[in-house]
C-alpha cells in the first residue's frame, strides 16, 4: 500500500510539474538559440512595406481651396468637431470613418463628389492623392490642398488575448506588440512562438506564422502590422491538460488530486 502511494505521489508531481508554463514561453524578444544574437542598445534596421489600397478599405479624404484656408486657416473644423465622436468609435470597434469616409468598392474605386469615380486600388496614399488632384483640376483652378489618410488601422484579435476583439487605431502604424498591447496582452497559456497572421492582399489571403519569442521578428515585413490584419493565438498543451499556470498554481492542483487520491485508497482499504 505504501509503495503504492509512494509511486501515485511521485506520478502526480511529475505530472504537475511538466505541466508548469516555463518563463522561456513567455518572455518576448529572446535571443533564441541558433540565431545571431542581437545586443540591447543595438540598432535594428526594419522594414516597412508600403500599404496599397485594396478593395473595402476606408479612406478619409480632405480638399481645401485658399478661400477654405483663408476661412479656417489650416484647421479641419469637421475633424476638430467630430473628435470626441470618433474616440468612442475607436474604442468599441467600429470604424470612425464609415460615415464620412469613402470605401473602396470591388472594382477598385471611391466616389468623390463632382468628379467621381476615382481608381485607388494598388495605390498607395501619396498614389491616390496625386490622383485625385489631378482629377479635380479639371474643375477646380485655384491652388488646393489635397490629403488622405486610412480611416485608422483596423484589425481583430482572436484567441489566447486578455481582451479580445476588434479594434480602430488612430495612427499610421503600428508595431505587432502594440496591437496585442491594445487588446491586454496575451493569456500566459498562450502559444507565443506559433503566433498566426491573417494578412490581406490585392489578389487575395495570406497566413504568415510569427515567434514572439524572437528577437529577429523586429527586422521582418510583419513587425509592423497592416489595415484588416487579423492575430490568432493557439493556446498550449497546458490549457488541454488543465494544470495549473505556474508552479505555484500546479502544487495546489497536486496537494488535492494526491489528497483525493490518498482518501479513495483509505476507503477500499477499509
Not at 511538466?18 to 545586443?39: D, F, H, R
Not at 471611391?110 to 496614399?125: A, W
Not at 496585442?180 to 498566426?196: C, M, P, Q, S, W
Request: proline fraction near 3%.
Amino acid at each position: 500500500m505504501h509503495k503504492l502511494i509512494g509511486r501515485l505521489s511521485l506520478g502526480l508531481f511529475f505530472w504537475a510539474t511538466m505541466a508548469c508554463v516555463s518563463n522561456e514561453k513567455i518572455i518576448y524578444l529572446q535571443n533564441l538559440e541558433g540565431n545571431t544574437p542581437i545586443a540591447e542598445g543595438e540598432l535594428i534596421t526594419y522594414e516597412i512595406p508600403e500599404y496599397k489600397l485594396q478593395y473595402n478599405d476606408i479612406i478619409d479624404v480632405n480638399i481645401q481651396t485658399v478661400d477654405d484656408m483663408i476661412l479656417s486657416g489650416f484647421n479641419n473644423k469637421a475633424a476638430v468637431s467630430n473628435n470626441q465622436q470618433m474616440q468612442v468609435a475607436g474604442q468599441n470597434g467600429g470604424d470612425v470613418y464609415y460615415m464620412t469616409g469613402y470605401t473602396v468598392d470591388k472594382n477598385g474605386n471611391v466616389r468623390l463628389p463632382i468628379i467621381g469615380d476615382v481608381n485607388v486600388q494598388n495605390k498607395s496614399l501619396e498614389e491616390a492623392r496625386l490622383q485625385i488632384e489631378t482629377q479635380l483640376r479639371a474643375y477646380v483652378t485655384s491652388e488646393l490642398y489635397v490629403k488622405v489618410k486610412l480611416g485608422g488601422i483596423r484589425y481583430s484579435a482572436l484567441g489566447e488575448f486578455r481582451r479580445p476583439g476588434k479594434f480602430v487605431v488612430l495612427q499610421d502604424r503600428m508595431t505587432i506588440f502594440e496591437a496585442i498591447a491594445n487588446a491586454g496582452d496575451l493569456n500566459t497559456v498562450a502559444k507565443r512562438d506559433e503566433i498566426l497572421l491573417i494578412r490581406q492582399y490585392p489578389e487575395g489571403t495570406k497566413l504568415h506564422r510569427l515567434n514572439l519569442n524572437d528577437r529577429n521578428l523586429i527586422g521582418s515585413p510583419f513587425y509592423f502590422i497592416q489595415p484588416n490584419d487579423q492575430i490568432y493565438v493557439e493556446p498550449m498543451k497546458v490549457r488541454e491538460v488543465g494544470a495549473g499556470e505556474n508552479a505555484a498554481q500546479s502544487l495546489l492542483l497536486f496537494t488535492s488530486i494526491l489528497t483525493t487520491a490518498l482518501l479513495v485508497v483509505n476507503l477500499f482499504a477499509n
